[in-house]
């Protein structure tokens, strides 16, 4: 028992109240279970991101019941436009039977509170404004729960027979239970900042291709990176713009983010507003994990989703589709876990959870690593932009792969090509 403070007692303890942490919640409180959800901050609270979700996010937006209309304050957007190559093409998302043929855009800020708020709808009981400080660990090893903290410094303890992290890429649960990051594993990162901006209202979301290091921080000059640029219009007058780039490049980790964005910007149109004058918010950065560059996702009563086990998709740096799915993934292994009679029914139940994300994503994102590994060689994504770009029928097969809206099981020639790779790739 913490010592002067509170315990308390449930079914399932969640750490993290972002997409994968609340969805993870609201899909265990409908199926019946205590859940107590634990989140650091008080909402509203900011998140980088790019604010941008694709057909697969929507997905699961609509399994949660979440209303997406633009009535409840959602921008529908067709698809993405591309810039590269002196190319501009507009690839509309696709229709299909799996996933809705429109994406969405909502800030972070936004977004996390109505999932946070869908989860405690469902039941979930939400604590805002506790820290947690590490894991209970049973006598057996196994954990128990989390100690954790209020606002004002009480010590608390959460009990259940599962933990979800949930606390993000740095994931500290998963750090004091020795859980590192995988050095084999693609790693990004992302800076956003929003400008007031007459291009708001747009309906496309918008990727630039090409992002040049001018500085010579590769030990040439012009360098091309991988990564991308990004515009998206929030519909509120500003628009987020950003870009993310990989470290497979060897100009990663020495070139400043910040600078090389408003290197970007200060070369685009004037009238678009993507000046300091028109800034209307920091500029602000963070790393994106991504390829399971964290396992196990399951152990000694801990089931890592989301960002905690690294699950941002290598190709796109999408990250919110996979930590919601995650969850829903989770949740089904935990329902089962709880309803077992036994520790080794229980172990049973949970340990579906990792066979489960990695039949889901594992040669998925194994084509992923061979992706970034190779557009980290400059050469690579210059062919790539020049001479992908002028083939709309190759760039419509891109966008399904980068943004994974093939059909698994039948679908046209793309789909079935695309379901074939990942079915063959190692799902390591």
Same mark, same amino acid.
Not at 147 to 167: T, Y
């Given at each position: 028992?913490?010592?002067?403070?509170?315990?308390?007692?449930?079914?399932?303890?969640?750490?993290?109240?972002?997409?994968?942490?609340?969805?993870?919640?609201?899909?265990?409180?409908?199926?019946?279970?205590?859940?107590?959800?634990?989140?650091?901050?008080?909402?509203?609270?900011?998140?980088?991101?790019?604010?941008?979700?694709?057909? #697969?996010? *929507?997905?699961?937006?609509?399994?949660?019941?979440?209303?997406?209309?633009?009535?409840?304050?959602?921008?529908?957007?067709?698809?993405?436009?591309?810039?590269?190559?002196?190319?501009?093409?507009?690839?509309?998302?696709?229709?299909?039977?799996?996933?809705?043929?429109?994406?969405?855009?909502?800030?972070?800020?936004?977004?996390?509170?109505?999932?946070?708020?869908?989860?405690?709808?469902?039941?979930?009981?939400?604590?805002?404004?506790?820290?947690?400080?590490?894991?209970?660990?049973?006598?057996?090893?196994? *954990?128990?729960?989390?100690?954790?903290?209020?606002?004002?410094?009480?010590?608390?303890?959460?009990?259940?027979?599962?933990?979800?992290?949930?606390?993000?890429?740095?994931?500290?649960?998963?750090?004091?239970?020795?859980?590192?990051?995988?050095?084999?594993?693609?790693?990004?990162?992302?800076?956003?900042?929003?400008? #007031?901006?007459?291009?708001?209202?747009?309906?496309?979301?918008?990727?630039?291709?090409?992002?040049?290091?001018?500085?010579?921080?590769?030990?040439?000059?012009?360098?091309?990176?991988?990564?991308?640029?990004?515009?998206?219009?929030?519909?509120?007058?500003?628009?987020?713009?950003?870009?993310?780039?990989?470290?497979?490049?060897?100009?990663?980790?020495?070139?400043?983010?910040?600078?090389?964005?408003?290197?970007?910007?200060?070369?685009?149109?004037?009238?678009?507003?993507?000046?300091?004058?028109?800034?209307?918010?920091?500029?602000?950065?963070?790393?994106?994990?991504?390829?399971?560059?964290?396992?196990?996702?399951?152990?000694?009563? *801990?089931?890592?989703?989301?960002?905690?086990?690294?699950?941002?998709?290598?190709?796109?740096?999408?990250?919110?589709?996979?930590?919601?799915?995650?969850?829903?993934?989770?949740?089904?292994?935990?329902?089962?876990?709880?309803?077992?009679?036994?520790?080794?029914?229980?172990?049973?139940?949970?340990?579906?959870?990792?066979?489960?994300?990695?039949?889901?994503?594992?040669?998925?994102?194994?084509?992923?690593?061979?992706?970034?590994?190779?557009?980290?060689?400059?050469?690579?994504? #210059?062919?790539?932009? #020049?001479?992908?770009?002028?083939?709309?029928?190759?760039?419509?097969?891109?966008?399904?792969?980068?943004?994974?809206?093939?059909?698994?099981?039948?679908?046209?020639?793309?789909?079935?090509?695309?379901?074939?790779?990942?079915? *063959?790739?190692?799902?390591?």
């Amino acid at each position: 028992m913490a010592q002067d403070g509170r315990v308390s007692e449930a079914d399932v303890v969640v750490v993290g109240a972002g997409p994968a942490g609340s969805t993870t919640a609201a899909h265990l409180a409908r199926s019946g279970a205590d859940v107590v959800l634990l989140e650091k901050s008080r909402f509203p609270r900011e998140k980088v991101c790019g604010d941008g979700l694709t057909p #697969r996010a *929507v997905r699961e937006l609509v399994a949660l019941g979440v209303d997406t209309s633009p009535g409840a304050g959602w921008l529908r957007n067709r698809g993405l436009r591309i810039l590269g190559g002196g190319m501009r093409l507009h690839l509309e998302w696709p229709e299909s039977p799996s996933f809705p043929s429109y994406g969405l855009v909502r800030p972070r800020a936004d977004l996390d509170e109505t999932l946070a708020r869908t989860a405690v709808e469902a039941g979930a009981r939400l604590h805002e404004g506790t820290s947690v400080t590490g894991p209970l660990i049973g006598r057996s090893g196994r *954990v128990v729960g989390v100690a954790a903290r209020g606002e004002d410094g009480e010590p608390l303890e959460f009990r259940a027979p599962v933990v979800v992290a949930a606390d993000g890429g740095s994931s500290r649960l998963s750090l004091a239970l020795g859980l590192h990051k995988r050095d084999d594993r693609p790693m990004g990162v992302a800076v956003r900042t929003y400008y #007031r901006s007459p291009r708001h209202d747009d309906d496309w979301l918008e990727s630039w291709l090409e992002l040049w290091d001018r500085s010579g921080g590769d030990g040439s000059q012009d360098a091309l990176l991988p990564g991308y640029g990004w515009v998206f219009g929030m519909g509120d007058g500003t628009s987020n713009v950003g870009l993310g780039i990989l470290n497979t490049s060897s100009a990663f980790g020495r070139t400043d983010y910040r600078q090389l964005l408003r290197t970007w910007l200060d070369a685009t149109p004037e009238e678009w507003g993507f000046r300091e004058e028109n800034r209307t918010a920091p500029v602000r950065g963070a790393a994106l994990p991504m390829g399971f560059n964290r396992t196990p996702h399951y152990t000694r009563g *801990v089931v890592l989703v989301g960002d905690s086990g690294g699950m941002v998709n290598p190709f796109n740096g999408e990250g919110i589709a996979y930590a919601m799915e995650s969850g829903r993934l989770a949740a089904d292994a935990v329902v089962q876990a709880l309803s077992r009679t036994s520790d080794a029914g229980r172990e049973q139940a949970l340990a579906a959870y990792p066979r489960a994300v990695r039949a889901a994503w594992g040669g998925y994102y194994t084509l992923g690593r061979v992706f970034v590994k190779a557009i980290g060689h400059p050469e690579v994504m #210059r062919l790539a932009t #020049r001479h992908g770009l002028p083939h709309p029928v190759l760039m419509r097969f891109t966008l399904k792969l980068l943004a994974n809206l093939h059909e698994p099981h039948g679908g046209d020639a793309m789909d079935r090509l695309i379901a074939t790779l990942t079915r *063959v790739a190692p799902a390591a």
